[in-house]
């Protein structure tokens, strides 16, 4: 009787396989499509120029750079009034470079948008869909 019933299980699955692969094949076909569209959205268009804007911008970069190597100092060297206020000071110089606040703004746009992207996945799917589970392995 367990045999009968085994090979039942078998040919259900293996009939189930052709409709699984045409879901998977409609899942990556909405991938591409969602993709095109995101690549196409002006929101996603903004970014890209103002990301490219930034990476051309030698000063903003250098200033970037700099603050970015006093976040690291203050890191590893545990507090210090002088590298904090000239950490501070970069701080500020970062809000009033316009390349920096545009690619900022930018960003912020976009990532608003994906937000709302992965929202409405999850709204669908009836969990968080891009939740991270913690990664690593034992």
């Given at each position: 009787m367990?045999?009968?019933?085994?090979?039942?299980?078998?040919?259900?699955?293996?009939?189930d396989?052709?409709?699984?692969?045409?879901?998977?094949?409609?899942?990556?076909?909405?991938?591409?499509?969602?993709?095109?569209?995101?690549?196409?959205?002006?929101?996603y268009?903004?970014?890209?120029?103002?990301?490219?804007?930034?990476q051309?911008?030698?000063?903003?970069?250098?200033?970037?750079?700099?603050?970015?190597?006093?976040?690291r100092?203050?890191?590893?060297?545990?507090?210090?009034?002088?590298?904090?206020?000239e950490?501070?000071?970069?701080?500020?110089?970062l809000?009033?470079?316009?390349?920096?606040?545009?690619?900022?703004?930018?960003?912020?746009?976009?990532?608003?948008?994906l937000?709302?992207t992965?929202?409405?996945?999850?709204?669908?799917?009836?969990?968080?869909?891009?939740?991270?589970?913690?990664g690593?392995?034992?």
């Amino acid at each position: 009787m367990s045999d009968a019933r085994g090979s039942d299980d078998a040919s259900e699955s293996v009939a189930d396989a052709p409709a699984d692969a045409d879901v998977e094949a409609n899942v990556e076909a909405a991938l591409r499509e969602f993709l095109d569209a995101l690549g196409e959205s002006e929101t996603y268009r903004r970014f890209v120029e103002a990301d490219e804007a930034l990476q051309a911008d030698a000063d903003s970069m250098a200033l970037l750079r700099e603050y970015q190597q006093k976040q690291r100092q203050l890191q590893r060297g545990g507090f210090d009034d002088s590298v904090m206020k000239e950490l501070k000071e970069l701080k500020s110089e970062l809000s009033d470079d316009e390349t920096i606040r545009r690619q900022r703004a930018a960003q912020a746009d976009l990532v608003e948008l994906l937000q709302r992207t992965n929202d409405a996945v999850s709204e669908a799917i009836g969990e968080e869909f891009a939740r991270s589970t913690g990664g690593g392995c034992c």
